[in-house]
């Protein structure tokens, strides 16, 4: 009898593992096997300096070390691979990228094509024909709001070596571009749930070119590209840039293309469809 896959969840920017535990409900009462990666400097390996307590230090914060000063896009590609060689002993994998994550997934899937059954894209980054920085000057971002998380950052991404965000903030104008940002479609006492699991501090490695897709490793693993229709933070349109640049490198190999009505974060607020998205996958 053919052995189950193993759904490997790797989550975007500022999140953590936390962020799949509903879906990873879901998936189990449907029967199927996951887990969530914590790439490094993430979940309990996170840096929330004392300033980010209540009441907020911001001169402080501002200038606080942070443990991912020192993380780089290889070691979050190392941590995958680690867990993806424990992962395919137990049988087939496939390798789920939200957001940030699917810088990660693309570079592991170029550097271990051998660890993957099928690559899943959930609204995330496949870097093709430019890095990840070059698209957010691109056309199909114009609708994206680059300013929406702007006044919560705090102190000099260059000294700090990482990007930190204040999602703590209670000024009513900055929470109001989060939610439009990332959940327009939830309630407010959900979004507020869902930022409370964020961390303060990204990395600043996004990758290079050599990051981009390659089609002699990554080209020739199964992939699907599960589109959010409803996505603010990386619209339809630069999603669907990316399917087509994928697409032409690998014409024998096209993503498999599907679609949620979902904002950035409410399919892993209400994951009950993504779920069952995920297990016709499995059965496939």
């Known amino acids: 009898m053919r052995k189950p896959p193993?759904?490997?969840?790797?989550?975007?920017?500022?999140?953590?593992?936390?962020?799949?535990?509903?879906?990873?409900?879901?998936?189990?009462?449907?029967?199927?096997?996951?887990?969530?990666?914590?790439?490094?400097?993430?979940?309990?390996?996170?840096?929330?300096?004392?300033?980010?307590?209540?009441?907020?230090?911001?001169?402080?914060?501002?200038?606080?070390?942070?443990?991912?000063?020192?993380?780089?896009?290889?070691?979050?590609?190392?941590r995958v691979i680690e867990v993806l060689e424990r992962a395919k002993r137990n049988g087939p994998t496939i390798l789920v990228g939200h957001s940030r994550g699917g810088i990660t997934i693309t570079a592991v899937g170029n550097a271990r094509p051998d660890l993957i059954d099928r690559l899943v894209y959930v609204s995330?980054?496949?870097?093709?024909?430019?890095?990840?920085?070059?698209?957010?000057?691109e056309?199909?971002?114009?609708?994206?709001?680059?300013?929406?998380?702007?006044?919560a950052l705090l102190g000099n991404p260059a000294e700090l070596g990482l990007v930190r965000?204040?999602?703590?903030?209670?000024?009513?104008?900055?929470?109001?571009?989060?939610?439009?940002?990332?959940?327009?479609?939830?309630?407010?006492?959900?979004?507020?749930?869902?930022?409370?699991?964020?961390q303060p501090d990204e990395n600043l490695d996004a990758g290079t070119s050599a990051d981009r897709t390659r089609a002699a490793t990554w080209g020739r693993i199964p992939r699907t590209y599960v589109r959010l229709a409803e996505d603010a933070s990386v619209p339809p349109?630069?999603?669907?840039?990316?399917?087509?640049?994928?697409?032409?490198?690998?014409?024998?190999?096209?993503?498999?293309?599907?679609?949620?009505?979902?904002?950035?974060?409410?399919w892993l607020v209400h994951p009950r469809p993504a779920a069952e998205l995920l297990a016709g996958l499995a059965e496939s």
């Open 6 to 78: 193993t759904f490997v969840l790797v989550h975007g920017a500022f999140a953590n593992s936390f962020s799949f535990a509903p879906l990873q409900a879901e998936l189990a009462l449907l029967g199927l096997r996951s887990l969530a990666v914590d790439l490094p400097g993430h979940g309990f390996e996170a840096t929330f300096p004392a300033a980010y307590q209540a009441p907020q230090d911001f001169a402080a914060l501002a200038t606080a070390p942070g443990g991912l000063s020192r993380v780089t896009l290889a070691d979050g590609v190392t």
């Open 124 to 137: 995330a980054w496949c870097p093709v024909e430019l890095t990840v920085g070059g698209y957010y000057g």
């Open 139 to 151: 056309p199909e971002m114009a609708d994206a709001d680059p300013a929406a998380l702007a006044s």
């Open 165 to 198: 965000t204040n999602f703590r903030t209670a000024a009513p104008a900055t929470l109001a571009a989060f939610k439009e940002a990332l959940g327009a479609d939830l309630t407010d006492d959900e979004f507020r749930a869902f930022l409370n699991t964020f």
């Open 237 to 266: 349109a630069i999603q669907d840039r990316m399917i087509r640049e994928a697409d032409a490198l690998t014409p024998d190999n096209p993503f498999d293309v599907r679609t949620l009505k979902s904002s950035h974060l409410r």
